[in-house]
């Protein structure tokens, strides 16, 4: 049973672009939201997180935004550069569920010149 | 330098042989983790620890064990029950396991080939 569901499983945006991934959870008791970065042949890292009492966290170029009602939250990459080239992953723990992560299956972006 | 160790990178094991992988942590950190990716399904969680001598069963831990009698040390035994044990395994950690959620720090990851 998959609880967090991501899309689109590959993305190919332009130098400069807009990326956006896209996830969506079930679990109503989930209440924190990572995105993990993780380039080939490493581990993940944390990029950026929310709680749902925010509709929206900015860090530089990325942005989570997030819609409670509709259960869905998603990354913003603004002026993609071919360094974001990665792999990225949504995640979701819920209340007083420590730290276990329930993590989606991934989004492969290749940034173009 | 703090970090997350997996040793090694690559390994490759014949069908039937049981397998233990390596996981170290200078971090002080509480809590570690393992998790199984396979391409197409993210990371899913075999075992987690929240402190030492002390461990649960994740998602997916049939075929596998751990042990955790060191705070820095959490190593993972592939054993010939797991039905396809040919993955990349990452190992993490957060400083504890409480109400509130803490980044997990990732290690680079064990390629595990088995044939």
């Known amino acids: 049973q998959q609880q967090v569901k991501q899309s689109p499983q590959s993305l190919i945006v332009q130098k400069g672009g807009i990326s956006i991934i896209n996830c969506a959870y079930e679990n109503t008791a989930f209440d924190y939201f990572p995105w993990y970065q993780q380039f080939p042949g490493k581990g993940p890292a944390l990029l950026i997180a929310?709680?749902?009492?925010?509709s929206e966290k900015k860090e530089g170029r990325f942005t989570i935004s997030f819609n409670k009602s509709a259960k869905q939250f998603s990354l913003h990459i603004m002026d993609s550069q071919p360094g974001d080239s990665a792999t990225y992953f949504c995640a979701a723990s819920p209340t007083g569920g420590g730290n276990k992560l329930t993590f989606g299956t991934g989004t492969q972006l290749k940034v173009e010149l | 330098d703090g970090g997350i160790t997996q040793s090694p990178k690559y390994l490759f094991r014949k069908e039937g042989q049981n397998v233990t992988l390596s996981c170290e942590q200078n971090l002080n950190h509480d809590a570690m983790y393992w998790y199984r990716q396979d391409p197409g399904q993210g990371l899913r969680l075999i075992y987690y620890s929240q402190i030492v001598n002390d461990f649960q069963k994740g998602d997916i831990a049939e075929g596998y064990s751990v042990s955790r009698e060191k705070k820095e040390s959490f190593p993972l035994t592939v054993t010939s029950a797991q039905k396809n044990p040919t993955a990349f395994y990452l190992c993490?950690?957060?400083?504890?396991?409480?109400?509130?959620?803490?980044?997990?720090?990732f290690g680079p990851g064990t390629r595990l080939t088995v044939t």
């Open positions: 993490a950690s957060s400083i504890r396991w409480d109400r509130l959620v803490h980044e997990q720090y």
């Open positions: 929310i709680r749902p009492d925010v």
